[in-house]
């Protein structure tokens, strides 16, 4: 019986180390925000730095003050190809998420890297970043004037 439970033990124990190491956020993300509920909240007029690893996706949540064009800047750190898209965060909360607005930035340095789109003053709207892999250099997503 003994036996039973420390191979048990010992299985459940290497069975969690494999898994949280596979679903490890990248190094440099703090907080964390791999998924619309750990986004991180950028309040209108601010941005935030980041970092995008393999296969990484980043969440930013945002309430705009008023309703009307809302503006969004995406400076990716490289020439490769970066896309950000809108959600409402209602339609996320309860299960669904067709995005609103998306930009896909390629070759940042020469293309218009920002967008704009219709929201509702005081509604939440989640924005996930999602590209090519870069730990040497941060992006910056801001929600800029409406």
Same mark, same amino acid.
């Given at each position: 019986? =003994? =036996?039973?439970? *420390? $191979? #048990?033990?010992?299985?459940?124990?290497?069975? #969690?180390?494999?898994?949280s190491s596979v679903f490890a956020a990248d190094p440099y993300e703090?907080?964390?925000?791999?998924?619309?509920?750990? $986004?991180? /909240?950028? +309040? &209108?007029?601010?941005g935030a730095w980041g970092y995008l690893s393999s296969g990484d996706?980043?969440? !930013? =949540?945002? /309430? &705009? !003050?008023?309703?009307?064009?809302?503006? @969004? #800047?995406?400076? &990716? &750190?490289?020439?490769?190809?970066?896309?950000?898209?809108?959600?409402?965060?209602?339609?996320?909360?309860?299960?669904?998420?067709? %995005? @609103? %607005?998306? *930009? /896909? @930035?390629?070759?940042?340095?020469?293309? /218009?890297?920002?967008? +704009?789109?219709?929201?509702?003053?005081? =509604?939440?709207? !989640?924005? #996930?970043?999602?590209g090519s892999a870069n730990l040497s250099r941060q992006y910056v997503?801001?929600?800029?004037?409406?």
């Open positions: 019986m =003994k =036996k039973g439970f *420390k $191979a #048990l033990l010992v299985t459940t124990i290497l069975s #969690l180390t494999v898994a703090n907080p964390v925000n791999d998924f619309y509920f750990q $986004a991180q /909240t950028v +309040s &209108p007029g601010t996706t980043d969440w !930013y =949540k945002f /309430t &705009p !003050y008023f309703s009307g064009q809302q503006r @969004i #800047l995406f400076h &990716p &750190p490289d020439d490769q190809v970066y896309n950000v898209l809108i959600f409402e965060a209602s339609t996320m909360e309860s299960g669904g998420g067709t %995005a @609103i %607005a998306s *930009k /896909t @930035i390629v070759n940042g340095s020469t293309s /218009t890297n920002e967008f +704009s789109f219709n929201v509702q003053g005081g =509604k939440s709207y !989640y924005a #996930l970043v999602s997503f801001a929600v800029i004037g409406q």
